[in-house]
């Protein structure tokens, strides 16, 4: 669910999870997307070109942040590149000309909604820290 609850029976589960309307989520190019399972499993959604793509928000190399990264098109491949160190990802498929590779998601829209298949719920707010027992 977009709206930063949590449904435990869904977590490490991959479905199709709504993040909300075609016409605000392409307003920006990147962004940050939350994970019920914590900052390692977040994602990172581009909207280029009339499409999206759905990425590990942490980059491979050294957990960079994929969304603040510079995206390119070189002989028809689109890429973002890391901000950190500069690696690149082709955003279709994760993989980098330096042999990492970066998980990607299939997004489908639906109804004019964006979906994101992927392992845990997602959010485009933070989710609500568990306090410590």
């Known amino acids: 669910m977009a709206s930063g609850s949590v449904d435990e029976n869904t977590h490490n589960t991959v479905l199709w999870r709504l ?3 075609v016409t605000e989520l392409s ?3 990147c962004r940050l997307v939350y994970s019920a399972l914590g900052f390692n499993s977040d994602v990172c959604l581009i909207f280029i070109k009339g499409e999206f793509f759905a990425m590990d928000a942490r980059c491979a190399h050294a957990g960079g942040p994929i969304c603040q990264g510079d995206i390119e098109e070189a002989d028809g491949i689109l890429q973002v590149f890391c901000p950190w160190h500069d ?3 082709n955003i279709r498929t994760g993989k980098s000309q330096t042999g990492l590779q970066q ?3 299939e997004v489908k829209i639906e109804e004019e909604r964006v979906y994101v298949k992927h392992a845990s719920p997602l959010s485009l707010l933070p989710f609500p820290q568990n306090p410590k027992s």
Do not use: A, N, R
Request: a neutral charge.
């Open 19 to 21: 993040l909300g309307p």
């Open 103 to 105: 998980e990607v998601y």
């Open 27 to 29: 307003k920006k190019q």
């Open 87 to 89: 690696y690149d990802f």
